[in-house]
């Protein structure tokens, strides 16, 4: 598996515990620039709700969540003022969602990081 399909398991993962959470995907991995994707895109009620989804086989080198740096979280929130700014959207949050794969399947949620 190469790093683009085991990304792609982690966002379905994420989109399933999202959708079991009440959650409706709206768009998933929206590109803005070369540097700015954002993984998915979803609603909760009337509020928008970006996710940056990390993914890791084990927390051996450290856990996903800790893969968020401050440069990645800027390019993120690049691409969340132009989706608003383009979308006319006023109520919104960015989220993380980390999973770790093994020894077994963990999903962590950070809200309005």
Do not use: W
């Not at 989706?83 to 309005?112: A, F, S």
């Amino acid at each position: 598996m190469n790093n683009r399909e085991f990304g792609n398991k982690g966002e379905d993962l994420a989109c399933e515990y999202l959708m079991k959470n009440g959650y409706e995907i709206v768009e998933r991995n929206k590109h803005f620039s070369k540097l700015c994707e954002i993984d998915i895109i979803a609603k909760l009620k009337n509020k928008y709700v970006f996710v940056e989804v990390k993914t890791r086989k084990s927390n051996a080198f450290g856990s996903p969540l800790e893969a968020v740096t401050r440069s990645k979280y800027n390019n993120i929130k690049t691409g969340v003022l132009s989706y608003l700014q383009e979308n006319k959207i006023t109520d919104y949050r960015v989220d993380v969602i980390g999973i770790t794969l093994e020894p077994e399947l963990k999903i962590e949620h950070l809200k309005n990081v």
